[in-house]
Each structure stands twice: as C-alpha cells, then as structure tokens.
C-alpha cells in the first residue's frame, strides 16, 4: 500500500447548477481568502 495514499484526492462530485449557491459560495471563500491575506 501507497502510504501516500493518505493524501489522495476524494471522488468527484457533480458541479453545483443552482446559481444562488455558486454565489453565496463564492462570496464566502473570497472573503475568507481576502482575509486571509490580510491578516495572515
């Protein structure tokens, strides 16, 4: 066994279609990120 193995990536989801989802999420990440930035 790979003891890297530990670090793969999951299975992949389907993309999100709601729109209003994709925004709200996008607002909260680039936030985060902007922070982050920031203040890190």
Known sequence: MNPLH???T???IP???DKKT???L???YRLKVM???TVG
């Open 10 to 12: 999951g299975k992949d």
């Open 15 to 17: 993309n999100i279609q």
């Open 35 to 37: 922070l982050g930035i």
């Open 26 to 28: 996008y607002k909260k």
């Open 6 to 8: 530990f670090f793969a």
């Open 22 to 24: 994709v925004d709200k």
